[in-house]
């Protein structure tokens, strides 16, 4: 190991958004994180700036499609060739779509989504927890969103039955991991305003215009919600946890000081 890491992180999906933020965070606590995205061209532009930014800190990268599994299980050993361990997994690569009626997307939009969200979460886990029985330690934390806890919203189908899927993974794995050595846990940032969001109104940017001042009460940014995410999963110690930003408390104060708060996160 580095002589300034003393745990490593891989997490799917890092060279943006909610991904990138959860990268520096582990950054910041001194974390060796291997960066991960769907090109080779995005990896490298990330770990340049990640590079930047914390000289002298171990991060790597290495492009993986997580639809594929055997891109998954190279990313797997590459990190740990890397760090000589990893103590946390986080898949968090995943697609969304625009807010339509479910019968209109074209069959590969259906593909795309479940094969990047459902499956790309299946090998992540099995690729990490195999790695990390093996080790003897590790934690998996799959991300889920909008539709994981049952809620319904019309154009949202595709999207939230694969995130509903996610849900039942991870319930059914922490059930299954019990005899294991590994923790496995759910991620819910809540409302993230990153261009997954804008992405579901494409073609519909009224509608976005119409939904901003709601989004703006209930939604964060990624490097707001990423810090809390990471230190809820280090101070985690059970299997079947969900790692959450949001509470009902947090949410109540948003909606009560919301005249007062003026707050713009699509600047």
């Not at 804008?198 to 939604?219: D, M, P, V, Y």
């Not at 919301?258 to 600047?267: G, H, T, V």
């Amino acid at each position: 190991m580095h002589p300034f890491v003393s745990k490593s992180v891989v997490i799917t999906g890092s060279t943006r958004g909610i991904g990138y933020s959860l990268a520096e965070a582990f950054l910041e606590r001194s974390y060796g994180v291997m960066i991960s995205g769907r090109t080779t061209m995005a990896v490298n532009e990330t770990v340049k700036k990640l590079g930047a930014k914390y000289a002298g800190m171990q991060i790597f990268g290495f492009a993986c499609d997580v639809t594929d599994f055997l891109q998954v299980q190279k990313l797997w050993d590459a990190a740990k060739e890397h760090f000589g361990r990893i103590d946390i997994w986080i898949n968090n690569a995943g697609t969304a779509t625009p807010m339509m009626n479910f019968w209109e997307f074209s069959p590969d939009q259906y593909t795309e989504v479940v094969h990047t969200n459902i499956l790309g979460t299946m090998y992540g886990s099995k690729v990490a927890i195999t790695g990390m029985i093996a080790q003897g330690h590790g934690a998996v934390y799959n991300m889920e969103g909008f539709g994981a806890k049952g809620q319904g919203m019309r154009g949202m189908t595709l999207y939230g039955s694969t995130k509903a899927s996610v849900n039942f993974i991870n319930r059914s794995l922490a059930d299954e991991i019990k005899i294991t050595p590994v923790i496995i846990g759910a991620l819910a940032p809540g409302m993230v305003i990153t261009d997954m969001v804008t992405q579901q109104f494409k073609g519909r940017e009224e509608e976005l215009e119409k939904s901003k001042r709601i989004l703006n009460i209930i939604g964060e940014r990624a490097e707001t919600v990423a810090p809390v995410l990471v230190e809820k999963m280090l101070a985690n110690n059970k299997s079947g946890n969900t790692i959450a930003y949001s509470s009902s408390l947090r949410m109540m104060v948003k909606f009560l000081t919301a005249p007062f708060n003026k707050r713009d996160l699509f600047s």
